[in-house]
């Protein structure tokens, strides 16, 4: 085995402190509050635009009120 490969977890996935974008982008210095379709807000009120959450939100947004109903 390389020298220069990352260890895995028992599951196979890499562990948090050597995936590739926390050293390229750090990590979010932001607590968000609530989200609703594709806008989050932090604890201090502003809002955000959510360009990197899954699947799910992607195509049914945050706090989707059928969802929410069906759940």
Known sequence: MSSRAFPTT???GQPVD???????????QVMFERGSGTEL???EGRR???FLTGLAVVSLGHANPVINQAV
């Open 48 to 50: 955000y635009l959510d």
């Open 41 to 43: 807000w932090d604890t």
């Open 10 to 12: 028992t599951m196979g």
């Open 18 to 28: 050597h995936c590739p974008f926390i050293p390229v982008f750090g990590a979010p």
